[in-house]
């Protein structure tokens, strides 16, 4: 079946612009994470959704960054005013429920911001 | 503080030669350890999973081991093929609420012919 997706696969913004950066789960998939990952860095954890449940925002950097999960499915990261250390490559991944269950990783966005 | 070490940072080995990628940890308490081979590009695809009492599992020619006293775990590759040349994740599960899964920041292994 198809695996997790994400767009756009590059992104390219200037600094102060938005971005809104897009993630589609495994169908059926009910944990959803969101990861940064920098250069030469280990994958940083952003925010979390499970069902229907609040989201666990503990990962976000600032307030300039946020996250939706619209019908319990896809997902957005907006990263209002863009400085340049938000570049990384932004990975999303899906699992049946948290912790203890595989972690299954889309392509990742790479966001370059000039 | 969690944390989770790997060494080396990265490695270059023959094709045909086989190699250890190392792992340690402080993640208190521990619930599972994963191994990801991440290519360059993709996201990260799970190797293995580790519960506290697993030492030691395999997955063709990836073979993991733990060793939940030294909070260290390794991973073995056998024969390595040009195809094995990407980064290498340790991830750490902990019983804790808040961050899902602690993860190390890699060894990038170059298989060259």
């Known amino acids: 079946g198809a695996g997790v997706s994400q767009s756009p696969s590059n992104k390219v913004t200037e600094k102060g612009k938005d971005v809104e950066l897009r993630c589609d789960p495994i169908s059926g998939h009910t944990a959803l994470y969101w990861y940064r990952q920098s250069l030469g860095q280990g994958l940083e954890f952003l925010i979390y959704f499970q069902g229907n449940s609040a989201p666990d925002k503990s990962g976000l950097p600032s307030d300039r960054f946020s996250a939706e999960r619209t019908g319990g499915s896809v997902s957005t990261l907006t990263i209002q005013r863009t400085q340049q250390e938000d570049s990384a490559v932004y990975l999303c991944a899906s699992s049946w429920r948290r912790g203890e269950n595989e972690q299954f990783f889309g392509p990742g966005t790479r966001l370059t911001v000039l | 503080k969690n944390q989770v070490e790997q060494s080396p940072q990265s490695l270059i080995i023959l094709e045909g030669k086989n190699c250890t990628l190392q792992?340690?940890?402080?993640?208190?308490?521990?619930?599972?350890l994963r191994w990801y081979k991440q290519d360059t590009g993709r996201g990260p695809v799970s190797l293995t999973i580790m519960t506290f009492s697993e030492n030691t599992k395999s997955n063709g020619r990836y073979t993991a081991t733990l060793d939940a006293d030294t909070k260290q775990s390794s991973l073995h590759i056998t024969a390595s093929q040009l195809s094995d040349s990407a980064s290498y994740i340790c991830v750490v599960s902990s019983n804790q609420a808040g961050t899902a899964l602690i993860f190390g920041k890699g060894t990038t292994l170059s298989v060259s012919s």
């Open positions: 792992c340690n940890y402080t993640v208190s308490p521990f619930s599972n």
